[in-house]
């Protein structure tokens, strides 16, 4: 029963984190003011 809860525990951390800090970079948007071959990059 410990084994569940703590798995379950580590999902939702993992969840919460990988949204936190992992797909934050993918949802902000492109600063207008960068260099054409920054955007370019892209």
Known sequence: MA???GI???TLFR???YKK???LA???E???ELP???TRAR
Do not use: Q
């Open 3 to 5: 084994n569940l809860i």
């Open 8 to 10: 379950g525990l580590g």
């Open 15 to 17: 969840f919460w984190s």
């Open 21 to 23: 800090w992992v797909f």
């Open 26 to 28: 993918a949802t902000e």
């Open 30 to 32: 492109v600063p207008k």
């Open 36 to 38: 054409d071959e920054v």
